[in-house]
C-alpha cells in the first residue's frame, strides 16, 4: 500500500459504526477526503469502551476498508474521544506583559492560554483542550489581544478533560496497529470545526448530533 506523509487517518467512534476517512493535506492545510471506510461497532456501547479485543477488531476493519477505497495509507491518526468520555470547566490565565513596545505580543497570549491550563488533575484524568472564549487587555474585552497597547492580558478558557483510560485504551489499540495517533479531539469540538461558521460560533449556536445510542446537544459561542 502506498504511503505519504501529508496522508492522515480520521477515526470516527461511534455507537452503531466506526468511520475513518483518509485525507490528504495541503501546504495551505485544506483536506481532500481520498477514501472512506466504515464497520460496524463493536465493544463500545454509548461511547464507553466495553470490550477492548471487540473494539480493536471493528478499527481494524475499518481501516482496512478505507485504505482499500483510497488505495493510499499512513500511520498518522487523529481520533475524536466521545463526549460522554470528557468533562468541561472554564478557567482564567493572567499575566503582565514585558514588551518594550508596551503592546500585548503572541508570547504572551501563547504565555497566557499555557497560564489558564494550571490546573490540578488526578491521574483519573487528561487534559485535552483549552479552548480561548475571552480575552481582556487593561480590564477591556478584545477579540484579538495581539498588538494591543496594554500590560495586563486575561484569559478566559473553556477546558476539555478526559478519562486517562480511554486514552490509553485508544492508544494500544492504534500501536498495536502500528499507528501513530498524532491528536485527540473531543467529539462536539471536531464536528463543530467540519460544521460551524466562524460567525456561527461569535453569535452563537446549538448543534445536534443524533446517533443511534444517544443524542448529544453542544453550545458553542465564543
Do not use: W
Not at 61 to 69: C, D, G, L
Amino acid at each position: 500500500m502506498k504511503t505519504e506523509d501529508n496522508i492522515f487517518l480520521g477515526i470516527d467512534i461511534g455507537n452503531a459504526k466506526i468511520c475513518v476517512a483518509i485525507c490528504h493535506v495541503n501546504a495551505q492545510e485544506s483536506c481532500t477526503i481520498k477514501g472512506v471506510g466504515t464497520s460496524v461497532s463493536e465493544g463500545i456501547q454509548k461511547g464507553l469502551i466495553t470490550n477492548e479485543e471487540a473494539l480493536f477488531k471493528s478499527i481494524d476493519k475499518a481501516i482496512k476498508r478505507a485504505e482499500q477505497n483510497a488505495g493510499i495509507t499512513s500511520n498518522k491518526v487523529l481520533i475524536n474521544i466521545p463526549a460522554q468520555h470528557c468533562k468541561f470547566l472554564h478557567n482564567m490565565g493572567f499575566l503582565i506583559s514585558k514588551e518594550d513596545s508596551g503592546q500585548i505580543s503572541n508570547d504572551d497570549r501563547v504565555e497566557c492560554i499555557k497560564r489558564s491550563k494550571n490546573i490540578a488533575l488526578t491521574n483519573e484524568d487528561t487534559l485535552l483542550h483549552a479552548v480561548p472564549l475571552t480575552y481582556k487587555v487593561e480590564g477591556t474585552i478584545v477579540q484579538n489581544p495581539i498588538g494591543v497597547f496594554g500590560q495586563s492580558l486575561e484569559l478566559q478558557t473553556h477546558l476539555v478533560i478526559a478519562k486517562s483510560q480511554t486514552i490509553l485504551t485508544l492508544k494500544k489499540i492504534l500501536n498495536e496497529l502500528n499507528f501513530v495517533i498524532n491528536g485527540f479531539v473531543c467529539d462536539p469540538l471536531a464536528q463543530s470545526e467540519s460544521i460551524l461558521t466562524s460567525d456561527n460560533k461569535q453569535t452563537g449556536t446549538f448543534l445536534m448530533d443524533f446517533g443511534s445510542g444517544s443524542t448529544k446537544v453542544s453550545v458553542f459561542k465564543y
